[in-house]
């Protein structure tokens, strides 16, 4: 596992579409230039609840792990991420995370051998994460990341128009 600096987001047009959908269509790109990505996932954080939550995914496999959660304070890499704006790789799963935790374990079923983790922020405050996942191992070398990197932009301006959707609509 390594951690890396990350680079800011830049904004790209939003589709008409829900999340999924995007995820889904962005997948679909990726696999073109990437064709080693199984699995595109966000997990929404409820600072409230201090919880991770699968929110959205784009699984072509169809294994779907929607809605699971689980505490943000159990997961100190990833809030080291989030903390330092900083992004993280795991080239082998099944011998780096922790296979107790129901999560790592579903991933670990599913035969994903690698993941690749973005924060994502909403005016600067932390909302969550993009993970990219794949059923090979050592997938997400730095060039890799460089050409994931666009598609994170894409999903991050999606996350966020649809994040200030709800907030907006929540507040009036």
């Keep these: 596992?390594?951690?890396?600096?990350?680079?800011?987001?830049h904004s790209f047009p939003s589709q008409m579409a829900s999340l999924n959908q995007h995820l889904e269509h962005v997948h679909h790109q990726?696999?073109?230039?990437?064709p080693q990505v199984d699995r595109i996932s966000f997990t929404l954080y409820d600072a409230h609840l201090d919880l991770l939550r699968t929110y959205a995914e784009s699984d072509t496999d169809g294994n779907t792990l929607s809605h699971?959660?689980?505490p943000f304070s159990e997961c100190r890499s990833?809030?080291?991420?989030?903390?330092?704006n900083l992004y993280r790789v795991i080239n082998d799963i099944a011998t780096t995370v922790n296979s107790t935790r129901n999560h790592s374990r579903w991933l670990i079923e599913q035969g994903y051998l690698s993941s690749f983790t973005v924060p994502t922020y909403h005016h600067n405050q932390f909302i969550g994460f993009i993970n990219f996942n794949s059923h090979q191992s050592h997938v997400f070398?730095?060039?890799v990341q460089n050409e994931l990197m666009p598609f994170c932009e894409q999903i991050n301006f999606t996350i966020n128009s649809e994040y200030s959707l709800v907030h907006s609509?929540?507040?009036s």
């Design 1 to 9: 596992m390594f951690i890396r600096q990350r680079q800011s987001f």
């Design 30 to 34: 990726i696999k073109d230039k990437v």
């Design 68 to 70: 699971h959660e689980y």
């Design 78 to 84: 990833l809030q080291e991420c989030a903390n330092k």
């Design 141 to 143: 070398s730095p060039k």
């Design 169 to 171: 609509i929540l507040t």
